[in-house]
């Protein structure tokens, strides 16, 4: 089985940062894209930011050049730094992988359980 485990939301002041990380555990074999959905109260859920293994990145409007997807491929790991947070950025923010695990032969798309950003004063 694969895991995709978020860690480090909580609450902020608007203007701070947070850094999240999304782990892929488990029957993991190849990593073909991380990144990072969120979803807001009575809202879709939507794409924050996504890297792909041949180092293409893709970020929404909302976010560019306030938050910085990174990867760790030795570490199957995927950091999400989020600065200059505003309280329209608060949201359960989702980790997403599209990966091939060892009991597929073709590529999955995956979820994590979610992690809470909230910013407010």
């Known amino acids: 089985q694969v895991q995709l485990v978020e860690s480090g939301g909580g609450l902020v002041q608007p203007g701070g940062s947070l850094r999240l990380s999304c782990v892929a555990s488990?029957?993991?074999?190849?990593?073909?894209?991380m990144g990072w959905y969120r979803q807001a109260p009575g809202m879709q859920r939507e794409l924050v930011a996504r890297?792909?293994?041949?180092?293409?990145?893709n970020y929404a409007d909302s976010v560019k050049d306030r938050f910085t997807i990174s990867r760790d491929n030795a570490k199957n790991t995927a950091y999400l730094q989020m600065d200059s947070l505003r309280p329209e950025d608060t949201a359960v923010y989702y980790c997403?992988?599209?990966?091939?695990?060892?009991?597929?032969?073709?590529?999955?798309?995956?979820w994590g359980q979610g992690t809470q950003v909230t910013v407010s004063s």
């Open positions: 997403n992988s599209l990966l091939l695990s060892r009991t597929h032969l073709a590529f999955s798309e995956f």
């Open positions: 890297i792909v293994d041949n180092g293409e990145i």
């Open positions: 488990g029957t993991v074999y190849s990593i073909k894209t």
